[in-house]
Nanobody, 121 residues
Framework: QVHVVESGGGLVQAGGSLKLSCAAS????????MGWFRQAPGRQRELVAS???????NYSDSVKGRFTISRDSAKITVYLQMNTLKPEDTAVYYC???????????????WGQGTQVTVSS
């Protein structure tokens, strides 16, 4: 069983910053990638940023230059530093871990419960 827990959301004014954390734990054999997604009311969940086990990062165009994803491989934790936040960044942010769990022979996606980020104008 793999558990994914996000933290760090909250309310911030436009132009401010927040840092989200995501920790994966449990019977993990290896990690392929971890990433952040977000879902605003009435909209589909979208990729924000991801990082592979090799350290390759990917960002959505809407957050490039403002958000930075990083990781601590030893802790199986990924971070999302969000700067220059805009009201349109308001959403529930979810962490996804692509992992090979002990006892399985395929990589599966594991999601956290999400953390709310609200940016006021």
């Amino acid at each position: 069983q793999v558990h994914v827990v996000e933290s760090g959301g909250g309310l911030v004014q436009a132009g401010g910053s927040l840092k989200l954390s995501c920790a994966a734990s449990g019977s993990i054999f290896s990690i392929k990638a971890m990433g952040w997604f977000r879902q605003a009311p009435g909209r589909q969940r979208e990729l924000v940023a991801s990082i592979t086990s090799d350290g390759i990062t990917n960002y959505s165009d809407s957050v490039k230059g403002r958000f930075t994803i990083s990781r601590d491989s030893a802790k199986i934790t990924v971070y999302l530093q969000m700067n220059t936040l805009k009201p349109e960044d308001t959403a529930v942010y979810y962490c996804k871990t692509e992992a090979l769990a002990v006892g399985l022979n395929y990589i599966a996606d594991y999601w956290g419960q999400g953390t709310q980020v609200t940016v006021s104008s």
